[in-house]
């Protein structure tokens, strides 16, 4: 079923027709057999961000000035949901693309957006985030990678060290990296944007994941890399603000995916339950499978509503960390059980690579852990709700 | 070079398509409409020839107020202007009415070097509106091309037929009819959905034509619909049993229907 939206303007009604019409045209009829290939031989759909790109679709929520679409997180992350419906894998990676943009968006100055942001924007190009490192996940403040003055006259920096689970590594124009230039803890942490061609970048083998292996994630190896004075985005120490200020966002693109990737699985259990005769009637006829398919409408609905709270919350200025927070574990705790019915509702044959279930369910499963485990989120919440 | 697009809001083939109960016409109202996908190949190839050199690409469509959807994604995918003749007359016209409907709107925008058209409609599959939109303006027509190139006064098109391909020359101004071999269309961009909320939609009634409501709608109509029956329901096939002579029995069943 085609979700029901309710979309603040003319313009953001055609973008999500836009969506539709080439998720239609041009992911769904690729993702099973790509998805399927990319977890035998490591591969990354590369030209399907160049469609999205040309098509305005990984620019939206920053400003036209630089070459964004302008449009709210309200909108954009409906975009995503409908991209998540068709492709989980191309979703989180258009979640993660934004992210990388967020950091010289929100603190650069305008001549690093003249420089950098432009280029983010133009469609062209794709980048990754590297944050998390393999002995600093959630605890971010005991990263080590780090970037030492190179004492030239140009106030560049040299990054060694190494980041874990980064998203688009090795495919990247450009990676966003958090990196320690002093060793005080939380404080110590600075933002840089290093060119993928730079000296000394290197990446780790794919990792060999459950699931999204469109979604290529490999270690981003750091051996004496020079990066530029001007690369530095936001001051020395900020790092850990404008990290954590991003990922509120980047919750909401997760949450968001979450949904479209809960709706597909509703979906599709939805459609086989109508068609599916046993005892000489569709098994959606019977009671108990069919207040199943209402749970997974209510999680699914549920789901959506808590994004878009936080996403109007985020557009009219006001606070949204804890409501992020709420969406993000909400959404990924509802795409796990919504795709686990699903496989349920499709019976043997949900169980079978025959059909989408097992992929969404396997899907499902990693967006409880990533941009922040869903124990973090809690963690986040509760600090928000018993303060003071 | 300047060109005008005629382009069709037809009923989407992915939803349920039906008839006027009343009049036995295409229901177009109560419907999911787009842009005719046949037609999305006369826009692109129309946008390709523009963006090669100079001028404007015009899109023209004759229906209802929805039609408009299909005028609004022509313009997102990059044309520059925008006619929609509209008129409660015109409701139930055939492809003679429509054509001369459409030819005093092209006459009224100006003299196209080049009109382009799809090579029919996804809804009624005619392809016969090319042909005598042609004859009404007295342009040379060029048909079903897979191909188009322009050269100074002359436009070049293949046109693949089941025993050859043909190439064939005519002079401009001309109108050509394209296939779907012919381009791979373009998705609008949102930097397009943007630009085309400002860009000039006109909208003409019969009498800016001078069109007299006598020549158009359904009781001008050279040919009715009569009635209709819808498609009766798929019946169950014929299950056989394999006692172990399954490969025979259906060796003989693919006989008896003449498949092999």
């Given at each position: 079923?085609?979700?029901?939206?309710?979309?603040?303007?003319?313009?953001?009604?055609?973008?999500?027709?836009?969506?539709?019409?080439?998720?239609?045209?041009?992911?769904?009829?690729?993702?099973?057999?790509?998805?399927?290939?990319?977890?035998?031989?490591?591969?990354?759909?590369r030209?399907?961000y160049k469609?999205l790109g040309r098509?305005g679709?990984l620019s939206?929520?920053?400003?036209?000035?630089?070459g964004?679409?302008?449009?709210?997180?309200?909108?954009?992350?409906?975009?995503?949901?409908?991209?998540?419906?068709?492709?989980?894998?191309?979703?989180?990676?258009?979640?993660?693309h934004?992210?990388?943009?967020?950091?010289?968006?929100?603190?650069?100055?305008?001549?690093?957006?003249?420089?950098?942001?432009t280029g983010m924007l133009s469609g062209d190009q794709l980048g990754?985030?590297?944050?998390?490192?393999?002995?600093?996940?959630?605890?971010?403040?005991?990263?080590?990678?780090?970037?030492?003055?190179?004492?030239?006259?140009?106030?560049?920096?040299?990054?060694?060290?190494?980041?874990?689970?980064?998203?688009?590594?090795?495919?990247?124009d450009y990676?966003?990296?958090?990196?320690?230039?002093?060793?005080?803890?939380?404080?110590?942490?600075?933002?840089?944007?290093?060119?993928?061609?730079?000296?000394?970048?290197?990446?780790?083998?794919?990792?060999?994941?459950?699931?999204?292996?469109?979604?290529?994630?490999?270690?981003?190896?750091?051996?004496?890399?020079?990066?530029?004075?001007?690369?530095?985005?936001?001051?020395?120490?900020?790092?850990?603000?404008?990290?954590?200020?991003?990922?509120?966002?980047?919750?909401?693109?997760?949450?968001?995916?979450?949904?479209?990737?809960?709706?597909?699985?509703?979906?599709?259990?939805?459609?086989?339950?109508?068609?599916?005769?046993?005892?000489?009637?569709?098994?959606?006829?019977?009671?108990?499978?069919?207040?199943?398919?209402?749970?997974?409408?209510?999680?699914?609905?549920?789901?959506?509503?808590?994004?878009?709270?936080?996403?109007?919350?985020?557009?009219?200025?006001?606070?949204?960390?804890?409501?992020?927070?709420?969406?993000?574990?909400?959404?990924?705790?509802?795409?796990?059980?919504?795709?686990?019915?699903?496989?349920?509702?499709?019976?043997?044959?949900?169980?079978?690579?025959?059909?989408?279930?097992?992929?969404?369910?396997?899907?499902?499963?990693?967006?409880?852990?990533?941009?922040?485990?869903?124990?973090?989120?809690?963690?986040?919440?509760?600090?928000?709700?018993?303060?003071? | 070079?300047?060109?005008?697009?005629?382009?069709?809001?037809?009923?989407?083939?992915?939803?349920?398509?039906?008839?006027?109960?009343?009049?036995?016409?295409?229901?177009?109202?109560?419907?999911?409409?787009?842009?005719?996908?046949?037609?999305?190949?006369?826009?692109?190839?129309?946008?390709?020839?523009?963006?090669?050199?100079?001028?404007?690409?015009?899109?023209?469509?004759?229906?209802?107020?929805?039609?408009?959807?299909?005028?609004?994604?022509?313009?997102?995918?990059?044309?520059?202007?925008?006619?929609?003749?509209?008129?409660?007359?015109?409701?139930?016209?055939?492809?003679?009415?429509?054509?001369?409907?459409?030819?005093?709107?092209?006459?009224?925008?100006?003299?196209?070097?080049?009109?382009?058209?799809?090579?029919?409609?996804?809804?009624?599959?005619?392809?016969?509106?090319?042909?005598?939109?042609?004859?009404?303006?007295?342009?040379?027509?060029?048909?079903?091309?897979?191909?188009?190139?322009?050269?100074?006064?002359?436009?070049?098109?293949?046109?693949?037929?089941?025993?050859?391909?043909?190439?064939?020359?005519?002079?401009?101004?001309?109108?050509?009819?394209?296939?779907?071999?012919?381009?791979?269309?373009?998705?609008?961009?949102?930097?397009?959905?943007?630009?085309?909320?400002?860009?000039?939609?006109?909208?003409?009634?019969?009498?800016?034509?001078?069109?007299?409501?006598?020549?158009?709608?359904?009781?001008?109509?050279?040919?009715?619909?009569?009635?209709?029956?819808?498609?009766?329901?798929?019946?169950?096939?014929?299950?056989?049993?394999?006692?172990?002579?399954?490969?025979?029995?259906?060796?003989?069943?693919?006989?008896?229907?003449?498949?092999?």
């Open positions: 079923m085609v979700a029901t939206r309710l979309l603040p303007s003319e313009e953001a009604h055609d973008l999500i027709d836009l969506t539709r019409e080439i998720c239609d045209k041009e992911l769904r009829p690729r993702v099973d057999a790509a998805e399927a290939a990319a977890a035998v031989d490591p591969q990354f759909p030209d399907v469609i098509a679709l939206l929520p920053y400003a036209e000035e630089w964004g679409g302008g449009q709210p997180y309200e909108v954009y992350l409906q975009v995503v949901e409908e991209i998540a419906s068709a492709w989980m894998s191309v979703a989180v990676g258009v979640s993660v934004s992210l990388t943009a967020y950091p010289v968006a929100t603190v650069g100055t305008d001549a690093q957006k003249q420089a950098l942001l990754a985030y590297c944050l998390s490192e393999p002995l600093a996940g959630s605890d971010i403040g005991s990263m080590t990678t780090r970037a030492t003055p190179d004492g030239s006259a140009g106030d560049g920096w040299t990054i060694k060290g190494r980041k874990a689970w980064i998203s688009h590594a090795g495919h990247a990676y966003t990296s958090f990196v320690r230039t002093s060793d005080d803890g939380g404080r110590g942490l600075s933002c840089f944007v290093v060119p993928g061609v730079a000296a000394g970048l290197t990446f780790g083998a794919p990792e060999r994941k459950m699931g999204l292996h469109c979604d290529t994630v490999r270690e981003v190896i750091y051996d004496t890399v020079p990066v530029d004075g001007d690369r530095l985005v936001g001051t020395e120490g900020q790092g850990m603000a404008i990290a954590l200020a991003a990922l509120d966002s980047g919750r909401l693109g997760i949450a968001a995916a979450a949904t479209g990737l809960a709706q597909s699985a509703l979906d599709l259990a939805a459609s086989y339950a109508k068609d599916r005769m046993q005892f000489g009637r569709p098994i959606a006829d019977n009671q108990g499978l069919a207040f199943m398919v209402a749970d997974m409408e209510a999680a699914v609905t549920g789901a959506r509503a808590a994004y878009l709270h936080a996403a109007r919350l985020k557009d009219a200025g006001r606070a949204f960390s804890k409501e992020a927070a709420v969406a993000k574990l909400l959404c990924t705790d509802a795409a796990m059980r919504v795709t686990t019915d699903a496989i349920q509702v499709l019976g043997g044959a949900g169980y079978t690579q025959d059909f989408p279930a097992e992929r969404m369910f396997r899907e499902a499963k990693v967006t409880q852990i990533f941009e922040g485990t869903n124990q973090i989120q809690r963690l986040v919440i509760s600090r928000h709700v018993l303060k003071g | 070079m300047n060109i005008v697009v005629c382009v069709k809001y037809v009923p989407d083939a992915q939803s349920d398509r039906t008839f006027n109960e009343s009049d036995n016409t295409t229901d177009r109202v109560g419907v999911d409409g787009l842009l005719s996908e046949l037609d999305e190949y006369a826009v692109e190839e129309a946008l390709k020839l523009v963006e090669a050199g100079e001028g404007e690409v015009t899109v023209v469509t004759v229906g209802p107020d929805q039609a408009a959807d299909a005028l609004k994604k022509a313009l997102q995918m990059g044309a520059d202007k925008a006619v929609h003749v509209k008129d409660d007359a015109i409701h139930g016209s055939d492809a003679v009415a429509t054509s001369l409907v459409l030819a005093e709107a092209i006459k009224k925008i100006g003299s196209p070097d080049l009109v382009i058209t799809g090579m029919a409609s996804t809804d009624g599959t005619m392809s016969v509106v090319p042909a005598m939109l042609a004859e009404r303006l007295g342009l040379p027509q060029v048909t079903f091309a897979s191909e188009l190139s322009i050269d100074g006064s002359t436009v070049t098109i293949r046109r693949d037929g089941d025993a050859a391909s043909e190439t064939i020359v005519a002079t401009l101004p001309a109108l050509v009819s394209v296939t779907d071999q012919i381009n791979e269309p373009r998705f609008p961009s949102f930097k397009g959905i943007m630009a085309a909320k400002k860009k000039p939609v006109e909208e003409w009634a019969l009498a800016d034509l001078g069109v007299d409501a006598s020549q158009v709608g359904l009781e001008a109509a050279w040919s009715k619909v009569e009635s209709f029956t819808k498609r009766p329901p798929r019946e169950q096939g014929q299950i056989v049993t394999d006692d172990g002579d399954g490969g025979t029995k259906l060796a003989e069943f693919l006989y008896a229907q003449k498949f092999v």
